[in-house]
């Protein structure tokens, strides 16, 4: 699969002067509900409304969703509201049921996107349809089967294809739901800079009132829409309660938001921004020579400590390095996490090199 300029084509073509918006209940509970939900986002930037009517669920025994009768009630929103609607499906006989309804847009969730088999099946099942399909990324941060994943559904003939970023698992506990790794969705654009990607914060965050900020972010790197879970009641909502909102601040939300250019043609601001590259520059080669003679030390220490049959790991030492690194880089406005994962590589890259000294 390669970029290609007509991925992106259905999302141009609703012509939109704002970020595709993707809202609605989690989950579809009634059609009373649906339908309220969907009558106070009518005339709002939503172009489609969503509602889950098969939820994948952790256990068994809690809220599965209502099936297909959720789909006549996607109907009905329709015709009332004139808004495209959409849904998860996450198995072929859910495909056949959603085209047979004309649902709008529908969306593989992150636990079926992990399964190349059933990524197979939901592919065949939608093959040559012209309806967009969005894949989640895989609940785990592996951006091959996520492209794998779309790569599929793509060589079935789907031509109107897009991609959700909705975080990973992490067993460590952060303050999201699931990790954004916003790193492996700057890769993902990289790769494939027009397959539309939408941003779902509700999954992310788990919370609604931390929902803006990641929004933000997402906008700022150059994301296509957000997919936000909206509920009247949210507290009182079937399924994932904490981190719907009310269709009031989503409207807010969506007025709040910065929309960023994606350049600027004033002389000014091009003058001061390459002068401030150019700076980047030069420290980015001076940190490329310093982490040279760095490993040009570390080799030294390997050849030394081949003569002695010394182990490479140094717990003592490597532990006094990190705990002061933090507390300079503290003083230097930069955060421990960062400090953490940049020395991490670097102490990894010293082990590499001491291993090849040492064994070589
Ligand atoms: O000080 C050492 O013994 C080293 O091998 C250097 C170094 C490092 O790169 O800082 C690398 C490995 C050890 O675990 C500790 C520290």
Redesign the pocket.
């Known amino acids: 699969m390669e970029n290609n300029k007509e991925m992106r084509a259905w999302l141009d073509d609703l012509n939109l002067n704002h970020p595709l918006v993707i809202a609605g209940p989690c989950s579809a509970e009634t059609e009373e509900q649906v339908l309220k939900i969907a009558h106070e986002l009518k005339d709002t930037d939503v172009s489609y409304f969503r509602a889950g009517i098969w939820k994948p669920r952790t256990r068994p025994g809690m809220f599965e969703g209502v099936g297909a009768l959720g789909l006549k009630w996607l109907q009905k929103v329709k015709e009332e509201t004139g808004m495209k609607v959409c849904t998860e499906v996450a198995n072929a006989a859910h495909v056949k049921l959603a085209l047979e309804h004309d649902i709008d847009l529908l969306w593989i969730g992150a636990r079926s996107t992990v399964s190349p088999f059933i990524m197979q099946e939901i592919a065949d099942a939608l093959e040559g349809t012209d309806k967009p399909v969005l894949i989640k990324n895989p609940v785990n941060p592996d951006l091959a089967l996520w492209l794998g994943g779309i790569e599929r559904i793509y060589k079935s003939g789907v031509q109107n294809i897009g991609a959700i970023h909705r975080g990973f698992s992490t067993y460590a506990k952060t303050k999201f739901r699931n990790t954004p790794e916003w790193q492996l969705a700057i890769e993902f654009q990289n790769k494939f800079p027009d397959i539309p990607l939408i941003n779902d914060p509700s999954h992310i965050t788990g919370k609604r009132d931390m929902i803006m900020e990641v929004s933000q972010e997402a906008l700022d790197l150059n994301f296509d829409g957000l997919m936000i879970e909206t509920h009247y009641d949210p507290e009182n909502a079937w399924s994932d309660a904490a981190q719907q909102v009310t269709p009031e601040t989503l409207v807010q939300i969506m007025v709040d938001l910065k929309i960023r250019k994606e350049g600027s043609s004033e002389e000014d601001y091009n003058k001061t921004l390459n002068t401030l590259r150019a700076q980047i520059d030069v420290v980015d080669n001076q940190i490329i020579e310093l982490l040279g003679k760095?490993m040009e030390a570390?080799d030294g220490?390997?050849a030394l400590?081949k003569t002695k049959n010394v182990a490479?790991?140094?717990?003592k030492?490597?532990n006094e390095?990190l705990g002061k690194m933090v507390i300079e880089g503290e003083q230097h406005g930069l955060s421990e996490e960062f400090i953490l994962r940049m020395f991490k590589a670097?102490?990894q890259e010293?082990?590499n090199h001491?291993e090849k000294i040492i064994n070589g």
């Open positions: 760095r570390a220490i390997g400590k490479v790991l140094q717990n030492r490597w390095i670097v102490h010293s082990i001491q």
